[in-house]
């Protein structure tokens, strides 16, 4: 077993260390949440004050021109669009996941309906991420045109669920719960050869693994920055389409900030031409302006140094819980294979709520998803290697000890 002066020395030689200074995070605490949220960069704080006193308080209505405020979603999607393999101009930071998707989804759909007006399908995984299953139902019931749902129980019944039915392949890239990551180009290949488009989620990819929009041939992408972005608690989302169908459809929530002549004050909605179609209505700027921060680091570093410290502490993480705690009902059910692992590592217990809470109460923070799944976030930006290590002896011991049997840890808590 790897020991505790090892991991100290691997701190010592991580290039991307000194990044974590940057980061404010308490004394004490262990944080492997941040594929759930991010943490607070440094910086944060005096923008938002900065956005609050100056931009709002002395600049006023002024700050749309003056601060920027009114080209921000589109000056924040080219900051992030190298994150996913995206170009200058093809991606705004707007709404929230759930709204893109809906957006994007309606969008590929009418794309669809004129190019193989028979399709109906959309393929999707049972393990998709709720809101994505929500936002397809919710869809597909309001078009009331016969479209359904196609669900599979696992990755390996994908190549025979996209068929000559199959509008739409909806896949989040990292799953959720399990940290699997899919083969994007492959799959995305597959789709267009049964003549569907596909619908990327990434959530849980950027910022996390490398990401390569283009190369993989994809048609739409969505995701968050409130995770590995570090944009704050319920920041704006993001979205891709790809330029050969951007231009081809409006997408149905045609608020006034997506029209092509925005203060023209027409009654009649002209969509603009490009990414900027996607927007919607007036932003919530503030936190919007957050988000600028997270990118800001990111701007110091490449995704492939990235992935190759989470690859490192991932493996790290496996291998030390199952020495550490080989006599305990642990369950791996995140890949090995470093081309099939996200940044998460989740391990099953029978007792994983509970074992979740003991951990958070000793400072160590990693959250839980049914059934059984114990999930623990690893950002290379902030996480270190020692913090790995303590992580696990802390484990260990709270199985050892079954403090997880507790009373005060049985309490199940509105977000788990």
Request: some cysteine.
């Amino acid at each position: 077993m790897i020991t505790r002066n090892a991991c100290l020395a691997l701190d010592a030689q991580d290039t991307l260390a000194p990044l974590r200074q940057q980061f404010a995070l308490p004394e004490g605490v262990i944080y492997l949440d941040g594929n759930s949220l991010g943490a607070r960069p440094v910086a944060a704080l005096a923008r938002a004050q900065q956005v609050i006193a100056e931009e709002w308080g002395n600049g006023l209505i002024r700050s749309w021109n003056s601060a920027g405020w009114r080209d921000l979603c589109e000056h924040l999607g080219n900051r992030l669009a190298g994150l996913i393999g995206a170009r200058d101009g093809e991606v705004v930071v707007t709404d929230t996941t759930s709204i893109n998707l809906f957006k994007v989804l309606s969008a590929a759909l009418r794309v669809q309906s004129t190019r193989s007006p028979t399709r109906r399908v959309i393929v999707t995984e049972s393990s998709n991420f709720p809101t994505d299953l929500y936002i397809a139902e919710g869809l597909a019931d309001m078009l009331q045109q016969g479209y359904t749902l196609r669900l599979v129980d696992s990755p390996e019944e994908l190549a025979q669920a996209i068929d000559q039915d199959t509008a739409v392949v909806l896949l989040t890239h990292v799953n959720y719960k399990t940290g699997y990551m899919h083969d994007m180009q492959a799959l995305t290949a597959l789709t267009h050869e049964c003549g569907a488009l596909a619908i990327w989620d990434l959530a849980h990819s950027a910022g996390a693994v490398p990401v390569d929009l283009h190369k993989a041939r994809a048609d739409y992408a969505i995701g968050c920055t409130y995770k590995y972005l570090n944009g704050g608690p319920g920041s704006q989302a993001f979205v891709w389409v790809s330029p050969e169908l951007c231009d081809l459809v409006a997408q149905p929530l045609s608020g006034w900030f997506g029209h092509s002549r925005q203060f023209a004050m027409e009654p009649d909605y002209e969509p603009s031409s490009g990414i900027a179609r996607y927007l919607c209505g007036t932003q919530p700027i503030t936190s919007l302006a957050m988000i600028e921060c997270g990118l800001d680091i990111f701007a110091q570093t490449d995704m492939a140094s990235l992935r190759h410290k989470s690859l490192a502490l991932t493996d790290l993480f496996i291998q030390q819980v199952e020495q550490r705690c080989a006599t305990h009902e642990l369950t791996l059910i995140t890949p090995r294979e470093h081309a099939r692992r996200g940044s998460h590592v989740s391990f099953e217990h029978p007792e994983g709520y509970a074992v979740v809470q003991a951990l958070i109460a000793r400072g160590v923070i990693g959250d839980y998803r049914e059934p059984r799944i114990m999930r623990f976030g690893f950002t290379p930006l902030y996480t270190s290697f020692t913090e790995v290590w303590d992580a696990v002896q802390i484990l260990g011991e709270i199985l050892d000890q079954k403090t997880w049997a507790q009373a005060q840890f049985q309490v199940r808590h509105s977000v788990t």
